[in-house]
């Protein structure tokens, strides 16, 4: 059984006078730890498909299943369900201003468990593993591009969620902190063992995942054996 699944997804948008149809049909399973990278020309619905799985938007028709069930888009219970499975990276680190790096990244565990002590104990921990430890009380505009997406990518895992959805995490990274950070990502997530899913323009990111898609006129080609 997968553990997440997109079954006949469409979605659309207006555009002027007619309608843009993105997704066409889009069939995916996410099976337990799998890696999985998408890959495809820009504007052709790859943020739009992980946006989807990650219940930030709902489809025009088909359905996002969950461990063989289909998924209700109620807006309480989808916020719920984010929180405690999904973890999200993006390419633009979201970190808010006005928090502390440790602060940061135990926002999620704060929200779906309530004890502030406990969740900043674990984001320092978190910190610890990557030697960030001395940078916990800095802000994010005291650190460098790839340290901002090291928190993010530590405030996506601190929940211990079941799948990791990544949408150009190194986009806004220089070569020798995009490596960092994918190899970093890779590794947190073996241990982790949850799924991760990276939508990338980068060929070399995708090579270094288990599956590898294209998204390409609305549907997904699957291309790991070509």
Known sequence: MSLLEAVRITKSYPEGDGILNVLKGVDLQIKERETIAITGESGCGKSTLLHLLGLLDSPDSGDIVYKGAKVAFNQKRVAEFRNRNIGFIFQFHYLLDDFTVVENIAIPMFISSGNWTKSRGEAKKLLERINLKQRSKYYPNQLSGGEQQRVAILRALINKPEIILADEPTGNLDPKNSEEVISLMSELNDEA?????????????????????????????DVSLS
Do not use: P, W
């Not at 070399?204 to 590898?212: Q, T």
């Not at 898609?213 to 609305?218: F, H």
């Open 193 to 221: 063992g949850c799924s991760l899913v990276i939508v990338t323009h980068n060929q070399e990111i995708a090579d270094r995942m288990g599956k590898r898609y294209i998204l390409k006129d609305g549907f997904l080609e």
